[in-house]
Nanobody
Framework: QVQLVESGGGLVQAGGSLRLSCVAS????????MGWYRQAPGRQRELVAT?????????ADSVKGRFTISRDNAKNTVTVYLQMDSLRPDDTAVYYC?????????WGQGTQVTVSS
């Protein structure tokens, strides 16, 4: 069973920064693309950013220039980061990590990000 452990959420004022982390610690050689998604209350889950095994990145238009996704492929773990700068109140959501492992998608438990105005 693949497990994704997320951390780094919290409360921040508008204009501030947070960094989210997501660690996959099993089947690391089969981890393909990873990404971050978010879901605000009353809204559908939406893509924030993705990164392939070759570190090609893709961003939602709403976060381009403010968020940066990166990835660290270590021997026994794969970690994906989301550096979030210039945060805005409309970035408030539960952020979920997703990993494609061996052709199957796995999700983390989610971490709350709240941006106050």
């Amino acid at each position: 069973q693949v497990q994704l452990v997320e951390s780094g959420g919290g409360l921040v004022q508008a204009g501030g920064s947070l960094r989210l982390s997501c660690v996959a610690s099993r089947y690391v050689f089969s981890v393909n693309a990873m990404g971050w998604y978010r879901q605000a209350p009353g809204r559908q889950r939406e893509l924030v950013a993705t990164i392939t095994r070759a570190t090609t990145t893709n961003y939602a238009d709403s976060v381009k220039g403010r968020f940066t996704i990166s990835r660290d492929n270590a021997k026994n773990t794969v970690t994906v980061y989301l550096q979030m700068d210039s945060l805005r109140p409309d970035d408030t959501a539960v952020y979920y990590c997703k990993a494609n492992v061996g052709g199957y998608d796995y999700w983390g438990q989610g971490t709350q990000v709240t941006v106050s105005s």
